[in-house]
């Protein structure tokens, strides 16, 4: 996708990082405005039949490690950036709307930071940024990254509510449409509350 930033996987843990500053730039110039986001439908590939994700921790904004185990029954969003990376931040406020949206669902944005500077770098973007519903996660090492296999970011994952990933998108993306959201829903699948109304 040429809204992603190229992630140098064969580097070490803090240079992966590093590497990923000035390859920043340039897919930043070409996609750093909302209105240059990807719809889902084009940027979507289904994982078909559905994967179970890789093992990996991030940590919260009070240092409390996670893994996806502890969202087990909710359907996830689970996006990789960094404040640095002009699509990243492109597509911020859509992921923030799309979490309000989905929430009634029992449908989680998860975002993972992978700026070395962890809070300190994340909590006053979020602040500027007017980010309101959306969850502080930060993995200043990109173990998660890695764990993917991630070639650029950001890059997301949807997660149903049996742990597996069911679909990945590369670059940034126009979350919080209406046909965004119909084909999360879709892949993710209802909620427990939704089965139980239905049943």
Same mark, same amino acid.
């Given at each position: 996708?040429?809204?992603?930033?190229?992630? @140098?996987?064969?580097? &070490?843990?803090?240079?992966?990082?590093?590497?990923?500053?000035?390859?920043?730039?340039?897919?930043?110039?070409?996609?750093?405005?909302?209105?240059?986001?990807?719809?889902?439908?084009?940027?979507?590939? #289904?994982?078909?039949? !559905?994967?179970?994700? @890789?093992?990996?921790?991030?940590?919260?904004?009070?240092?409390?490690? #996670?893994?996806?185990?502890?969202?087990? &029954?909710?359907?996830?969003?689970?996006?990789?950036?960094?404040?640095?990376?002009?699509?990243?931040?492109?597509?911020?406020?859509?992921?923030?709307?799309?979490?309000?949206?989905?929430?009634?669902?029992?449908?989680?944005?998860? !975002?993972?930071?992978?700026?070395?500077?962890?809070?300190?770098?994340?909590?006053?973007?979020?602040?500027?940024?007017?980010?309101?519903?959306?969850?502080?996660?930060?993995? !200043?090492?990109?173990?998660?990254?890695?764990?993917?296999?991630?070639?650029?970011? !950001?890059?997301?994952?949807?997660?149903?509510?049996?742990?597996?990933?069911?679909?990945?998108?590369?670059?940034?993306? #126009?979350?919080?449409?209406?046909?965004?959201?119909?084909?999360?829903?879709?892949?993710?699948?209802?909620?427990?509350?939704? #089965?139980?109304?239905?049943?």
């Amino acid at each position: 996708m040429t809204g992603s930033v190229p992630f @140098p996987l064969r580097l &070490g843990r803090r240079s992966a990082i590093a590497g990923l500053g000035a390859a920043c730039t340039l897919a930043a110039a070409r996609r750093a405005r909302a209105s240059d986001l990807d719809t889902l439908s084009d940027a979507l590939e #289904q994982v078909n039949p !559905p994967t179970i994700p @890789p093992s990996f921790s991030f940590q919260t904004a009070t240092g409390a490690r #996670q893994t996806l185990a502890d969202y087990r &029954g909710r359907g996830l969003v689970l996006n990789i950036w960094a404040t640095w990376c002009g699509p990243c931040v492109a597509e911020m406020p859509a992921l923030d709307a799309l979490a309000a949206r989905v929430a009634p669902f029992d449908i989680l944005v998860l !975002p993972v930071s992978i700026d070395q500077q962890g809070l300190a770098a994340v909590k006053p973007f979020y602040g500027t940024h007017g980010i309101a519903h959306l969850p502080i996660l930060l993995d !200043p090492d990109g173990d998660v990254a890695r764990a993917f296999k991630v070639q650029g970011i !950001p890059t997301s994952f949807l997660v149903d509510r049996f742990g597996r990933v069911v679909g990945t998108v590369e670059g940034p993306v #126009q979350w919080d449409s209406a046909g965004a959201i119909a084909t999360i829903r879709g892949l993710i699948g209802p909620g427990l509350s939704v #089965q139980t109304q239905s049943g």
